[in-house]
């Protein structure tokens, strides 16, 4: 290894990196809207349930091998057994292949800033958003230049990149989505959508919505490669996981919900649909942000909150190969990610152009960008959470007071990562691939 392996510096800085992880594109532009599919207050019921229930067991396992092991995943993995080397080499890839679809609407997000406060009304912002995504130089410039920001902190190391952007940047992440909440509660009818969002209609409750609300979940938490694994290598010492476990998710629900609150009764007090799908925040959103009075100004606030999130997630995805990278080929950081930003690109070029000039290559029907998300979150996080709880499970003997220290949860977590956990996966795994 070429330097001393790197430390957090404080359990603050922790935790809120733990968080800036999970709190990304996922909260402020994915939930919003697959809530609006599913029908609004029963998704949102159900989605509570499963995050602080089901994924509760992988999420502080992945935290507890990296702290336990104090290895990046593929030597966490190899530590338990030489055999499960390759397994864990899987972590990494799932993380150049998210980036490879995730990073492209940090590139668009920056468009949208400009666009926002260049004060030039746009007429038709559905056919502008379906023209945008179309261009090709534009697109591939604005994602490589996200994939910059994103690489350049992880190249300045664990303590003055990764900790130094979650701090700075998570704080104006909060205080702009207050300031966007209240404005929103504040606009004619708002009660509407708050409605929408929290009195459930019973009759919408399937088994399609419980699994998008599964899913939807691991991705939101960052659960299944390798993230939180990564990151709870780097702590310190002795800290009770289980308390950090439930600070991540509150908080990363909290964002989530608050998210809604901004966008729900926006949608409804403007009379627009809920349920208009990925564009909701690209095309609906800029639509009602035109008819408020500073409109600009809130259009490009709002995207800057939206930037700010999905930064301090970037970096936990760049920070899982890239802490590979260094460690299994003995390299410095900085060659390190030079490397992942040649391995990113290779993916991510392919997926900005899938909306134009690509477009007719087509894999199980979706085009490259689509193939990209729904491999990842429907296939590949959670098969490595699946083969990270087994080997903690049963390879590890993890004996559960080591974690909880209550008798009775300890055994209810060793059950879930035996049996429960990987059986509820399994199904989520076939279900998604009909
Ligand atoms: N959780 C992030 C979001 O909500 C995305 C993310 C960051 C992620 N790191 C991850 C998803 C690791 C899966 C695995 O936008």
């Not at 980036?99 to 590139?107: Q, T």
């Not at 992440?173 to 207050?178: A, D, F, P, T």
């Not at 702590?235 to 809604?260: N, Q």
């Not at 990278?325 to 992942?340: G, Q």
Request: glycine share 8%; charged share 10%.
């Amino acid at each position: 290894m070429t330097d001393k392996r790197p430390l957090w510096s404080s359990k603050y800085s922790f935790i809120i990196t733990a968080i800036g992880s999970a709190v990304g594109l996922g909260n402020i532009w994915r939930f919003p809207y697959i809530m609006g599919q599913y029908g609004g207050a029963i998704f949102l019921a159900v989605y509570i349930l499963i995050i602080s229930t089901i994924c509760f067991i992988p999420l502080i396992n992945e935290l507890y091998i990296g702290k336990y092991t104090k290895k990046e995943c593929v030597g966490a993995y190899e530590a338990i057994n030489p055999k499960f080397k390759y397994l864990g080499a899987l972590n990494p890839i799932t993380g150049i292949l998210i980036a490879g679809f995730y990073f492209i609407v940090g590139g668009w997000i920056i468009n949208y800033i400009f666009k926002s406060f260049s004060g030039n009304p746009v007429e038709n912002l559905g056919e502008y958003f379906s023209e945008f995504v179309k261009n090709p130089f534009y697109t591939c410039v604005l994602t490589e230049i996200f994939l910059f920001i994103c690489i350049f902190f992880s190249a300045r190391g664990v303590k003055k990149g990764i900790e130094t952007a979650n701090k700075v940047l998570m704080p104006i992440l909060g205080v702009i989505l207050i300031f966007l909440v209240i404005i929103s509660l504040n606009l004619p009818n708002a009660h509407e959508g708050l409605e929408y969002m929290f009195k459930p209609d019973f009759s919408k409750l399937n088994s399609k919505m419980i699994l998008a609300a599964l899913g939807q979940a691991f991705f939101t938490l960052s659960i299944g490669m390798g993230a939180l694994l990564t990151y709870g290598s780097y702590i310190k010492e002795d800290k009770t996981l289980v308390k950090s476990a439930y600070t991540i998710i509150l908080s990363d629900t909290a964002f989530a919900v608050l998210a809604g609150i901004m966008i729900f009764p926006a949608v409804f007090s403007f009379n627009m649909v809920p349920n208009s799908g990925a564009g909701l925040v690209f095309v609906t959103l800029p639509q009602i942000f035109s008819q408020l009075p500073y409109g600009n100004f809130i259009s490009g606030i709002f995207f800057i909150l939206l930037l700010c999130a999905a930064i301090t997630s970037g970096i936990s995805i760049v920070e899982v190969p890239c802490a590979a990278f260094v460690e299994r080929f003995n390299i410095s950081r900085v060659k390190s990610c030079v490397l992942l930003f040649l391995c990113i690109t290779f993916f991510a070029i392919p997926a900005a152009l899938s909306f134009g000039m690509l477009n007719d290559i087509k894999l199980l029907d979706k085009n490259i960008f689509d193939f990209l998300d729904f491999l990842t979150s429907n296939i590949l996080l959670p098969m490595n959470a699946i083969f990270l709880c087994l080997i903690s499970g049963w390879f590890l003997k993890l004996n559960g007071n080591d974690i909880i220290k209550n008798k009775f949860f300890a055994l209810c977590f060793c059950i879930g990562l035996k049996y429960i956990v990987p059986i509820i996966l399994i199904l989520l795994m076939f279900m998604g691939l009909n």
